[in-house]
């Protein structure tokens, strides 16, 4: 299929040309078009596609180690969205409906999110640091380091790793049934909008680590220690 029908019938795709790195101006090329031009695996790029189209991961699914390196760099990408684009969005919007009403459940509203997004960073923070390097190394070496395995393993990382999305249900809970506000409907939907946006992709973030970068970590380790 062509990439432009695609993003046509589901424009969440293009976060997820965002998070490849990749020109939004896509022609009239088809996915392996696509993919060939900026060297990724078809299967892969299929693979997280179908996340973000809302199908489930296979079971078993066949990635090859620079495979798993083009993921890390996609979460990592993932990571300057949230950094840099949709916290100050979300921040903004929020400063905004702070500075035209006066409802004092704006100001938990804005500690609530501010401390959720704390939460967030530290998480963030955690894979840049600790968690993609460990991985990166596991992908490029040969033979079982057992030092190494005994200070991180992919199975650490599965047991550290939570959802981080979730908390997102509570604060659009604030907004649908606790803080009063009149009018500024505009200004409320781009909130909305935002939230959800980010949500969706914190999801599928989530979603690719836990079926595809753990479950390839754990394999390439047991292989190692064979």
């Known amino acids: 299929m062509k ?5 046509d019938a589901n424009p969440n795709l293009l976060l997820m040309l965002q998070h490849f790195n990749i020109d939004f101006r896509v022609s009239d090329q088809t996915v392996m078009q696509l993919c ?5 695996s078809e299967n892969l790029f299929v693979g997280i596609a179908n996340l973000y189209n809302g199908l489930g991961p296979k079971a078993h699914p066949l990635f090859t180690r620079d495979d798993l390196v083009r993921v890390i760099e996609f979460l990592k990408q993932s990571h300057d969205y949230y950094r840099s684009d949709k916290y100050p969005q979300i921040s903004s919007y929020i400063r905004q409906l702070q500075e035209n009403h006066s409802a004092k459940e704006l100001k938990l509203l804005e500690k609530f999110f501010n401390d959720y997004f704390a939460e967030v960073l530290e998480h963030l923070d955690y894979e840049d640091n600790i968690a993609f390097p460990y991985f990166i ?3 490029k070496e040969k033979k079982s380091d057992s030092f190494r395995r005994e200070l991180y393993s992919s199975i650490e990382y599965g047991e550290h790793h939570t959802d981080i999305e979730l908390k997102l249900k509570d604060l659009k809970q604030l907004l649908l049934k606790y803080v009063k506000i009149e ?3 505009d200004l409320r939907r781009r909130l909305f909008f935002a939230l959800y946006e980010l949500e969706f992709d914190l999801y599928i973030h989530s979603l690719i680590e836990e079926t595809i970068l753990i479950p390839a970590g754990v394999s390439i380790e047991q292989e190692q220690d064979a």
Request: hydrophobic share 50%; proline share 0%.
């Open 3 to 7: 990439m432009a029908d695609l993003i």
């Open 36 to 40: 060939t031009g900026y060297s990724i």
């Open 137 to 139: 190394h596991l992908l």
């Open 183 to 185: 009018n500024d409907l």
